[in-house]
């Protein structure tokens, strides 16, 4: 499902860089999404030389598919960083935000790119939640924001304890991305699309091992989602979490004004968007863990109907989702990779607000590269983790070996329907005692090993997505087992059938 912003954006400038086999760089970024082109721009116009290597194109992956509120009022994270962290490393992590909105904000004035100045809003939709609206409240303004009490916030349903910060902002996130690709190249960087690194031998240089050839850095910055190396096993400290979003064209006097988050379930999240000379609604919302919610249609379905219920005349023009990943105690995990002698960084963990939290990470990466103190940067990298977070991270690697072993039987338990599955459905099964995924897709029957090429989890079924998706640590294929995004470098397996 494409993003509006993918289907009605310009294509990002058919770059790019042809690649050079054995070609040194100071800084080898991996991934083009905000994280990787951000600091790409600050490490060019630094004067360092800077390629970056992306899988597949430029914001193709969660950048392209966000909602792309360019907000510090981080709603639903602020009081749950507070409940696992300092008073210290709240603050430092809104300063951390602070400034990256301020360097895209004014990053994105030199390059022309549009921005819509909006308040941004939170608020619960059940007055037995109140408290928890409270409890943001409190942690929003002992992170310093000057945020204040709404009574009525305009909606077309109730609402209770709103919250506003004024003065927020919205793009479309690929406009910042062509933007950046143009910015980095205009430093004299070099950026080159189609190509997956799939492995770093860690030397002077580093070797940067892609399924194009070898390429060789002083350092290494993994912009990647989530980490494809081992090291560190960042893949198993952060969760990775999917929703979905969904475009409507509507009559304009009933759009609403701002940006708005509610707190208590289900999520919603409200923006507007100017496209091709009209405003469209964006309604976001029913994320789940990434390999579970099925079925995952249902999810689009819902926020559909709950959209014709609240905007009558809303007509759905466009249906998404994307995942992003949440560390435990919702703090993105930004800098050295460990055993990698400094050599190799990285950053992960936005917990879907990574417009401000990936240029924080931006600033992060290139301070450390080009000896630059940055204090609320060394608090964060520095910080103590909680026992609540402590006791979230071990809930969390049950979760998965749980999911490991519940896949593998229930799958060797489940034979193989003799049928094939009908258009736009899979299913997992035993075939001759190997787990095999079975999809038709556009009248294609593709049959897959059901084994996820990361570390063995059984692959479900995401029939929004018609993508075969990886319970344990968010890894997804397409249904010819062709690798989208997650820490696999690998495709799945073809079967014979
Ligand atoms: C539905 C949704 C809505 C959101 N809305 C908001 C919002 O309103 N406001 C907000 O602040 N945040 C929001 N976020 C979060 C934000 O969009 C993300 O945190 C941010 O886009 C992450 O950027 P990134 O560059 O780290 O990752 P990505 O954009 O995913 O970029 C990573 C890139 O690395 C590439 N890559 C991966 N592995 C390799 C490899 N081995 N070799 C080469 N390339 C590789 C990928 O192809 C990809 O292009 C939202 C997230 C979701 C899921
Ligand atoms: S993503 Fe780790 S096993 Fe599949």
């Not at 860690?202 to 190396?229: K, Q, S």
């Not at 977070?389 to 034979?415: I, K």
């Amino acid at each position: 499902m494409n993003s509006l912003w993918m289907d009605t954006s310009l294509p990002v400038e058919a770059v790019v860089h042809r690649f050079e086999p054995g070609a040194r760089f100071d800084v080898i970024v991996v991934g083009a999404g905000l994280t990787g082109l951000a600091s790409a721009q600050m490490l060019s116009d630094a004067g360092m030389s800077v390629a970056v290597v992306e899988a597949r194109t430029p914001g193709a992956v969660t950048t392209g598919h966000s909602t792309a509120k360019l907000s510090l009022l981080h709603s639903g994270a602020i009081a749950d960083i507070r409940t696992h962290t300092s008073q210290d490393v709240l603050r430092a992590y809104m300063d951390g935000n602070r400034q990256g909105q301020a360097w895209l904000l004014e990053y994105l004035q030199g390059a022309g790119v549009p921005v819509q100045r909006r308040d941004a809003f939170s608020y619960v939709t059940h007055t037995d939640a109140r408290a928890e609206a409270e409890a943001e409240k409190a942690a929003a303004r002992e992170a310093g924001l000057d945020v204040d009490d709404v009574d009525d916030l305009g909606l077309p349903f109730p609402t209770y304890s709103a919250l506003r910060l004024k003065d927020q902002a919205q793009f479309d996130p690929l406009h910042v991305v062509r933007a950046l690709v143009s910015g980095v190249r205009r430093a004299g960087g070099v950026v080159i699309e189609r190509v997956r690194v799939t492995d770093i031998d860690v030397g002077e240089p580093c070797t940067v091992r892609t399924t194009a050839g070898d390429m060789l850095a002083n350092h290494v910055i993994l912009a990647t989602g989530v980490p494809f190396l081992d090291r560190g096993l960042y893949f198993a400290k952060v969760t990775a979490h999917r929703s979905y979003a969904l475009a409507f064209r509507m009559p304009e006097d009933a759009l609403p004004a701002g940006m708005y988050l509610s707190l208590d379930s289900p999520t919603r999240s409200l923006r507007t968007a100017p496209v091709q000379g009209e405003e469209r609604l964006i309604v976001g919302g029913n994320g789940h863990l990434v390999g579970e919610g099925q079925p995952t249609r249902r999810n689009v379905e819902e926020l559909e109907a709950w959209t014709a219920s609240h905007f009558p005349g809303a007509i759905r023009t466009h249906a998404w989702s994307a995942q992003d990943y949440q560390s435990a105690n919702r703090i993105p995990f930004v800098g050295w990779m460990p055993r990698t002698g400094g050599k190799v960084s990285l950053a992960t963990g936005f917990n879907k607000w990574g417009m401000t939290n990936a240029v924080a990470a931006a600033l992060s990466l290139s301070a450390d590269r080009l000896g630059v103190p940055l204090p609320w940067a060394e608090k964060l990298h520095h910080r103590v983790t909680r026992p609540a977070s402590l006791g979230s991270g071990v809930a969390a690697n049950a979760r998965v070996a749980g999911l490991l072993a519940t896949g593998w039987v229930d799958a060797e338990l489940s034979p193989l329907p003799d049928a094939d599955p009908p258009e736009g459905a899979g299913v997992v099964g035993n075939e001759r005692g190997a787990p095999v995924a079975v999809s038709t897709v556009e009248g294609v029957v593709c049959r897959l090993s059901a084994v996820c090429t990361h570390l063995g989890g059984i692959v479900t079924w995401n029939d929004a997505e018609r993508s075969w998706d990886c319970p344990l640590h968010g890894s997804r294929f397409d249904a010819q087992g062709r690798l989208l995004e997650g820490p696999a470098t690998q495709d799945l397996r073809r079967m014979p059938g």
